[in-house]
């Protein structure tokens, strides 16, 4: 599969947002922070803004995953279902058990105590309904991606225009829902649940389609994409203030605010640049060895984060406290990637997409 840049620097922006979000909740780690400058206010929102990271990944995670779909399909004309979700098992699953292996011999210990519910849910890829524990709550957007890859592999056998349509239509799809959760709520929903966070991963996926017209149609307006979209991210706190000025705040209601579409939006515009614009400044920010290692790292520290941050109900001990819990969390990220990750990812490789030279000779003969 083509190896796109910049990726895993917008993954260490991912990660980073969500870890600083969660830091500030639990160890209020800018309380220095008394500006009154509504500039660097805006600033210290968007860096205490965990949503939004998590909107990050939701974005890219399907832009990869439907151009390694894409990628397999020019080779082999046609996708392999059990090498799709052998590599998704590999690729998911051992180090997110390992950590729930963890909790359960913490809990026998006396440690933790989740209760059934906590445990089916967090065993199950459901825990997007629910995540009344602090421990496993981040688990929710694992819930999330798992449950869109459930089917887009099935859709996109469909054919082409098929698939196409399809993510539009969720893309569509979501600002309808929460119009209609807005105004007719239930007990069950929130913005955490694939119905309202689904159109990340599919304008993602929208994008891997549509890459190359994209790309053409934009490549003239790199800078003016970059600035525009950095604006609007900074401004979007803003937005509800400015809109109810002009009398157009009801327009935050389908299309949400820096966790809705309107966010994902300006993410997918600065995935474009940051990957097919030009090599300046923020390309090799992106591309640097600390942002590319951190991305390495992202899915582990996701996985370990919340376990060293205090819980209100929870024991705050010395590992949960700043700033020796975000050393933790870092160490921990870095023994899960090298002694868990790693050798999956090698096992993981053998159900590439790459076409072997015996598989190029089959659909001849």
């Not at 090799?284 to 582990?300: E, H, T």
């Not at 899960?336 to 090698?346: T, V």
């Amino acid at each position: 599969m083509r190896k796109y840049p910049s990726i895993n620097g917008l993954r260490a922006i991912s990660i980073l947002l969500v870890v600083m979000g969660h830091l500030n909740l639990t160890s209020n780690i800018f309380q220095f922070w008394k500006e009154d400058n509504r500039v660097l206010n805006l600033v210290k929102y968007f860096l205490l803004n965990h949503h939004f990271g998590v909107n990050v990944f939701f974005v890219v995670s399907g832009f990869l995953i439907t151009s390694l779909l894409l990628d397999e399909e020019q080779r082999t004309g046609t996708i392999s279902f059990k090498k799709f979700y052998i590599r998704r098992s590999l690729r998911i699953f051992p180090a997110y058990y390992f950590v729930l292996l963890v909790y359960f011999i913490l809990q026998l210990a006396g440690y933790f105590h989740f209760n059934a519910l906590s445990w089916i849910t967090s065993l199950t890829f459901t825990k997007q309904f629910y995540y009344d524990d602090w421990y496993t709550s981040h688990f929710w957007s694992l819930s999330v991606e798992e449950t869109f890859y459930l089917f887009w592999p099935l859709v996109f056998m469909v054919g082409d225009a098929f698939r196409k349509r399809i993510a539009l239509l969720l893309i569509v799809l979501v600002p309808l829902i929460r119009i209609g959760f807005h105004f007719y709520p239930v007990a069950w929903h929130s913005e955490l649940t694939v119905f309202t966070r689904i159109d990340g991963i599919a304008l993602g996926c929208l994008l891997a389609l549509y890459k190359e017209e994209i790309v053409a149609r934009f490549s003239a307006y790199w800078t003016a994409i970059f600035v525009f979209a950095t604006v609007a991210i900074l401004a979007l706190p803003d937005m509800p203030f400015l809109l109810s000025k002009v009398g157009l705040d009801f327009v935050l209601i389908p299309l949400g605010l820096t966790y809705g579409t309107l966010a994902n939006v300006l993410i997918a515009l600065i995935l474009l640049y940051s990957v097919f614009g030009p090599r300046g400044l923020w390309f090799r920010l992106l591309n640097s060895r600390v942002m590319d290692y951190i991305g390495v790292l992202s899915y582990s520290i996701y996985l370990w984060q919340q376990f060293f941050m205090w819980a209100l109900d929870g024991p705050e001990d010395w590992i949960h406290r700043f700033p020796q819990n975000t050393v933790l969390i870092f160490l921990a990220a870095m023994g899960s990637y090298h002694l868990i990750e790693k050798p999956f990812l090698r096992m993981k490789a053998k159900f590439s997409s790459e076409v072997t030279p015996a598989e190029k000779v089959a659909p001849e003969a």
